[in-house]
Structures are given as C-alpha cells and as structure tokens.
C-alpha cells in the first residue's frame, strides 16, 4: 500500500533562509508524488507533482522538489523564505483507482511552517 | 476552466441532526469525486470517492454516506451527527487522465 511520511509537523525558519519540509513515500508502484500547500481555513492549492521524467520538478512560488528513488524522498524546498510562505505543507502520493480510471491521493500528516523575521 | 463549489463554509449543527454538504464541479465532465475530512494532526483522511453517477466507494465505516446523483454533484450527508464527526471537510476533484486533485474552499463543521 502507498504511504507518505512527513517528518516534522512544525517547521520554523527565518525570512530569506532556506526551506526544508521532508517527505518519505512507500510505494508498491511508480508513484506519483505532490505537494500541495493549505493556508487557514482554505481548500489545498497544489504546489507541485512529479509523475514521470525529470526527477527535479519546479513549482509556483519559488518551490521545488526533488524525486531520489534511492531514498524514496520527495522533499521540498525553496531557496529563501518569505513572510507569505507561512501554511501548512503536505505531501501526497497517488494511489491508482483499479475500475473507473484516475487516481485517489494519500496524504501524510502535514508540516506547519512558520517564517520568521 | 474548471472550478469547484463547496458549500456552506461553516457549520454548526447539534448532536443527533442531520446533515448534508454540497460540492459541484463546472467546466468539466466525468470527473472524480472526493470527499475528505480534515482533523489536526492527522492529515487528510479520504472518506468517499466516486468515478461515476451513483458509484461510491467509501475508504472508511463511519457515520457519514456520500451520494452522486448528477455528473458533477458530490453530497455527504448524515442522519444523526456525532460529537466525533467535527472538523474540516473537502470536495475534491481530478479528470480521468490527471493524476493530482483540485479542492473546493472546505466546510468547518462543529458538531455542539
């Protein structure tokens, strides 16, 4: 079964210094991996996706990700932190649906970031 | 484009009440549907998804049952709400060849 374990459910780092929020995937498949971003009391806005190719995939805001199968990591980062960077982060794999077509994702526990300055 | 209307935004209903939230989806056909509960700490659980008019599949037994009764109409609803049925509740969406999902604004449900 696909699981994704974020590591750190708070996060706090200075405006302007690099972000780290980590994400370990179990996968039984090739796994589709995201990351969405949730700011309070709001849907989810995804942020990025890796399916297949290039394993370094850019995003909106400045963020990116990096697939490492060698790992099963799919860590998110972004070179320097700003003020509206501050929600809750998380990561998610996709899990085929067998009848019907698509896809269902699992999402890990999320990791609050705060930016401080 | 596509765009998803999750509503209302907040609610609070009394232990024992009914309850039914609604999510439509424009601008696209035959989608995926989704609902999610929302809880701290624990992340998003999926709740009920549907690949079609009046198939639901559900992820977990609970209190709660979800219908499809039109292409792009989602419902939870429930009989009777428990204290436990509390929390922050999402529509989803994705297309058949799509892999990632798109969110509704999400109801806050507080049941008293």
């Known amino acids: 079964a696909q699981s994704v374990t974020q590591l750190g459910s708070h996060v706090s780092v200075s405006e302007g210094a690099l972000v780290l929020l980590r994400c370990n995937y179990s996968?039984?498949?090739?796994?589709?991996l995201f990351w969405y971003v949730q700011y309070p009391n709001q849907g989810l806005q995804l942020l990025l996706k890796?399916?297949?190719?290039?394993?370094l995939v850019k995003g909106i805001n400045g963020f990116e990700a990096e697939f490492k199968k060698s790992e099963t990591s799919f860590h998110l980062t972004k070179p320097s932190a700003h003020m509206s960077d501050a929600a809750e982060y998380f990561c998610?794999?996709?899990?085929?649906?067998?009848?019907?077509?698509?896809?269902?994702?699992?999402f890990g526990t999320g990791t609050q970031l705060k930016v401080e300055l | 484009s596509q765009t998803i209307h999750q509503w209302p935004a907040t609610l609070v209903q009394p232990v024992g009440s009914p309850l039914s939230l609604e999510c439509t989806v424009e601008?696209?056909?035959?989608?995926?549907l989704y609902w999610y509960r929302q809880a701290a700490g624990r992340g998003l659980q999926l709740l009920f998804y549907?690949?079609?008019?009046?198939?639901i599949s559900s992820e977990v037994p609970q209190n709660l049952s979800a219908s499809r009764p039109q292409d792009r109409q989602f419902i939870l609803s429930s009989k009777k709400l428990l204290l436990s049925d509390s929390g922050f509740y999402l529509c989803?969406?994705?297309?058949?060849?799509?892999?990632?999902?798109?969110f509704g604004q999400g109801t806050r449900l507080t049941v008293v």
């Open positions: 989803a969406w994705s297309g058949r060849r799509n892999t990632e999902a798109f």
């Open positions: 996968s039984s498949v090739p796994p589709y």
């Open positions: 890796y399916t297949t190719g290039a394993t």
């Open positions: 998610a794999v996709s899990v085929p649906i067998l009848t019907g077509g698509g896809n269902k994702l699992t």
């Open positions: 601008g696209t056909s035959n989608p995926n």
């Open positions: 549907s690949v079609g008019i009046g198939q």
